[in-house]
């Protein structure tokens, strides 16, 4: 079963990793010229988001026992919760912040499928 440093550092790593291959899309299929400054800082943006993201399920539905998965682990959530990520990413122009928000989305999806692949499973619904 994950626990807190497992989701947060499968969470930060998502983050990242979704960071950095839309950066390396964006160098080499727009070919944008992007500072070195800009790309540390969108990735370290990209790992805080990943961090938050990987904790609000457990945020939502505390871990106070074996049975606590409910609502905030649930598919639909989940799937609520890229589509708010999608729909504010595409409002913002901030790299920064666009990088924040697909860390958040990515993070909360690393928690999602960790908890999946126990057992117990994640809740469609509720």
């Known amino acids: 079963m994950a626990n807190f440093k497992t989701h947060s550092l499968a969470g930060v790593a998502t983050g990242l990793l979704t960071e950095l291959l839309h950066i390396l899309y964006q160098k080499n299929v727009e ?22 993201g990987s904790t609000l399920p457990d945020i939502i539905d505390p871990a106070i026992g074996p049975n606590h998965r409910n609502i905030g682990h649930g598919i639909v959530t989940g799937i609520a919760g890229i589509s708010t990520c999608t729909k504010l990413n595409k409002k913002t122009e901030n790299p920064y912040a666009k990088a924040f928000i697909k860390g958040t989305a990515t993070g909360t999806v690393s928690h999602l499928a960790l908890d999946a692949s126990t057992p117990k499973g994640i809740p469609t619904i509720i």
């Open 31 to 52: 070919k944008r010229k992007l500072s070195s400054g800009e790309i540390t800082g969108r990735l370290l943006f990209a790992g805080a988001g990943g961090f938050v």
